[in-house]
């Protein structure tokens, strides 16, 4: 059970009730809000909530970089901590770093001082065999169809039929050398390709890197996507696309030992996504999306929870807003997005969402829709115990 505020009654004020989502079971939660109504806010109260959950694994895909600062107490909100029953503290917080956190970070000062404040900094780099030739391609926005781009697919597929998983970009820059068929100049400007991709310095070189080794099972993760650039060479959908793989692959296998009785250690996933919009796009591709869709439609089985959250939910893709089975909606004023909410109501909701909406009057305030239980209630989102780092 997650508990993340007070409801409001009738007369516009809020009682003591303290308004609740099952978490027994996977599920699709969507946050939404224009930019400074609370929506940040409101998702690192359900990560505190999961984070007392013992039996799953909590990450945060965090592309602004704000949510290492829930290591700390909060302090600016303590009074209001106290009024609520709990104690200002920090979160067991493990931050993952694409590539050398020292440089990611700008230098050995920050990064120790993070550590002061009580982050755990944690090296992440992909295995070269975890992207598909698909997307090898498609992170160089290469068409399969054309010949540069079919030297990369069949130099992966090789490397995967030779190599297995233990391949480096080194073993795919010899397959392309090694391509007869292929013209120099066209080997070159896949081999420049690769060595620009070495250069980023996400990648294993040396060995296969089980992810799941890195992760922290007694604590929340939080994928630091802020030092990638957001729109050059996609990395960060590509970092995303490849973790949310691997933790699909393996969740699934576990689920299946668990059916069959067998022994197996790896627990629940609940993943959330700040600003989802820019990792599955409506009307548009991206390369998590295909995976995330896939993630929002099926995880529920393997037990995969999703939460997304977004300022502009009408650029989010329908197929991953209409698996949300819960709402949490801030004060918004942009017509598309409230088309985009409206679009998702069903029967029971009738004209109750526009009228709550409208109630809807301060910061952290919010419209809480249960598709479960088939209800629309008001909010008022609980006083975090942890710092919030957003605006």
Not at 99 to 118: A, I
Not at 168 to 175: A, G, L, Q, R, V
Not at 189 to 212: K, P, Q, S
Not at 323 to 338: E, G, M, P
């Amino acid at each position: 059970m997650l508990t993340i505020g007070t409801l409001m009654n009738d007369v516009n004020g809020f009682t003591d009730q303290r308004a609740t989502i099952e978490s027994d079971s996977s599920r699709r939660i969507l946050i939404c809000g224009k930019t400074g109504t609370g929506k940040s806010y409101t998702l690192g109260v359900l990560i505190e909530e999961l984070e007392r959950n013992e039996d799953v694994i909590t990450i945060i895909i965090d592309p602004q970089g704000i949510f290492w600062g829930m290591a700390q107490p909060n302090r600016e909100q303590e009074d209001a901590v106290w009024d609520w029953g709990e104690s200002p503290q920090g979160l067991p917080i493990t931050v993952l770093v694409p590539g050398d956190p020292v440089e990611r970070y700008g230098g050995e000062d920050v990064v120790e001082e993070l550590e002061n404040r009580g982050v755990h900094l944690q090296t992440l780099k992909l295995n070269p065999s975890d992207i598909s030739p698909e997307m090898w391609c498609e992170l160089f926005d290469l068409d399969i169809s054309e010949l540069i781009g079919s030297t990369l697919f069949k130099a992966v597929r090789d490397c995967k039929k030779k190599l297995g998983r233990d391949f480096f970009i080194p073993d795919i820059i010899n397959e392309v050398e090694r391509g007869r068929r292929m013209v120099d100049k066209t080997k070159e400007a896949v081999i420049r390709r690769l060595e620009m991709a070495m250069d980023w310095e996400i990648f294993e070189e040396v060995r296969y890197l089980e992810l799941w080794e890195i992760l922290n099972h007694h604590g929340v993760n939080i994928l630091d996507l802020s030092p990638l650039d957001p729109g050059r060479h996609g990395l960060r959908n590509l970092v995303t696309a490849v973790l949310m793989r691997f933790i699909f692959r393996q969740r699934s296998i576990a689920k299946r030992k668990e059916l069959l009785n067998l022994a197996q250690e790896m627990p629940r996933v609940w993943l959330a996504i700040d600003e989802a919009h820019n990792f599955c796009p409506s009307g548009s591709s991206s390369l998590a999306k295909e995976i995330l869709i896939r993630w929002a439609k099926e995880g529920r089985q393997p037990g995969l929870s999703l939460i997304v959250a977004s300022q502009r939910p009408s650029a989010i893709d329908q197929e991953v807003l209409t698996q949300c089975d819960i709402k949490l909606v801030h004060r918004i004023t942009s017509k598309d997005d409230r088309r985009a909410i409206n679009a998702l109501s069903d029967d029971y909701l009738d004209e109750r969402l526009d009228g709550s909406l409208k109630q809807i009057r301060n910061v952290g305030e919010a419209v809480l829709i249960d598709d479960t239980k088939e209800t629309v209630e008001i909010v008022k989102i609980r006083p975090r115990w942890s710092f919030h780092g957003g605006n």
